[in-house]
């Protein structure tokens, strides 16, 4: 399984941005999917989160109303769409899989089976 995640870059405040996630060796359409960010000095932390079926979506307060996760099953791809970016919003950004079928979301990191490589996301003031 390999997840390639790209489309991060430099962009000012108030700017959008938007991340992809291809997912290669396993059907998207089975799969849990979730974004995840780590600044430097700090935690990972959940950004969005989408399960296998599409009718559960969950996002973390920081992001909520701002960045919008969408997947496409028949492209084996998951997006980030992050508008209105902040500063805070700064960090490498992972896309990750989960194999568990959940009705819901899982917004730990550690029920997340393949990580992507990150994409660093730099918004500027």
């Known amino acids: 399984v390999q997840l390639q995640a790209s489309g991060g870059g430099l962009v000012q405040a108030g700017g959008s941005l938007r991340l992809s996630c291809a997912v290669s060796?396993?059907?998207?359409?089975?799969?849990?999917l979730g974004w995840f960010r780590q600044a430097p000095g700090k935690e990972r932390e959940f950004v969005a989160g989408?399960?296998?079926?599409?009718?559960?979506?969950y996002y973390a307060d920081s992001v909520r109303g701002r960045f919008t996760i969408s997947r496409d099953n028949a492209k084996n791809t998951v997006a980030l769409q992050m508008d209105s970016l902040k500063v805070e919003d700064t960090a490498t950004y992972y896309c990750?899989?989960?194999?568990?079928?959940?009705?819901?979301?899982?917004?730990?990191?550690?029920?997340?089976?393949?990580w992507g490589q990150g994409t660093l996301v730099t918004v500027s003031s």
């Open positions: 989408i399960n296998w079926r599409g009718s559960s979506i």
């Open positions: 060796g396993r059907t998207l359409s089975r799969l849990d």
């Open positions: 990750a899989i989960d194999f568990a079928f959940r009705d819901d979301v899982a917004i730990s990191g550690n029920y997340y089976d393949y």
